[in-house]
């Protein structure tokens, strides 16, 4: 490692097991699968449709039950919690993106981020203040008032990313974050995924087919037929800096 610290885990499963009932059969989707992600690193999970991880990163975040195996996240033993404690883990600790946006149609980009803090706990004035600053941050400082219709795709996006770093999540899950997306927009938004990690710290987990997308992760894991085939690091390459990143951002 050159010298340099390892960061520290902070998700991990062992021995993941998920079946799932088609008519009389069961279909094991994941299949003994072991998994880790630290801090400040960005993981990407890559395979062909129906090759599991899309279930893998639902069993790792505490939305999908596995049938076996054990799932510890930030220290904690996650599914021998109750369905309330880990719903709360998810709301203090996880951020989430998915292709498909998942913003409400009336509400401005503002609106998007500040509902979550409120649920957080953070007073209106608070919550307006750093959703502000996160929508700053992904570029769309000017964009603040403006609803879904009035917005791009790769400007959706940044605001679902905004709404999911104003809460500084301690781990973050993208599923095919940039699939819905031109080739420039998706580099940015995985540019921002990787910003997520190296600048707050997150254990990002990004689930994507698009090998492009490679070169901006600490390590790539391949999953196929609900097993991991290759588990490699790779040097990840650092987003433009300087007048070049403002430029990107704000395309």
Request: aromatic share 4%; proline share 4%; net charge positive.
């Amino acid at each position: 490692m050159n010298g340099q610290a390892i960061n520290p885990i902070a998700l991990q499963g062992t021995g993941l097991v998920k079946r799932f009932k088609t008519g009389r059969t069961h279909i094991e989707v994941l299949k003994s699968v072991d998994f880790d992600c630290r801090h400040g690193e960005m993981t990407m999970v890559m395979g062909p449709s129906g090759s599991g991880k899309s279930t893998l990163i639902a069993s790792l975040s505490g939305l999908l039950k596995p049938d076996e195996g054990q799932v510890t996240a930030l220290g904690e033993d996650l599914w021998s919690q109750r369905p309330g404690k880990i719903d709360k883990f998810r709301l203090d600790n996880c951020g989430f993106i998915f292709q498909g946006f998942n913003l409400f149609g009336a509400l401005t980009a503002l609106q998007q981020v500040t509902t979550i803090l409120k649920y957080k706990g953070f007073s209106p004035a608070e919550a307006k203040d750093r959703a502000a600053v996160a929508l700053t941050e992904v570029g769309l400082g000017a964009r603040l008032n403006q609803r879904p219709a009035e917005l791009s795709g790769g400007e959706k996006q940044r605001v679902a990313i905004a709404r999911a770093l104003a809460k500084e999540p301690r781990l973050l899950f993208a599923d095919e974050p940039t699939s819905a997306l031109d080739g420039e927009n998706g580099q940015i938004v995985i540019q921002l995924l990787q910003r997520a990690a190296k600048e707050h710290g997150a254990a990002v987990i990004c689930v994507t087919h698009d090998p492009r997308l490679e070169a901006y992760a600490d390590r790539v894991i391949h999953i196929e037929d609900g097993r991991i085939l290759d588990d490699r690091r790779t040097r990840a390459v650092d987003a433009p800096t300087g007048d070049r990143r403002h430029e990107l951002i704000k395309a």
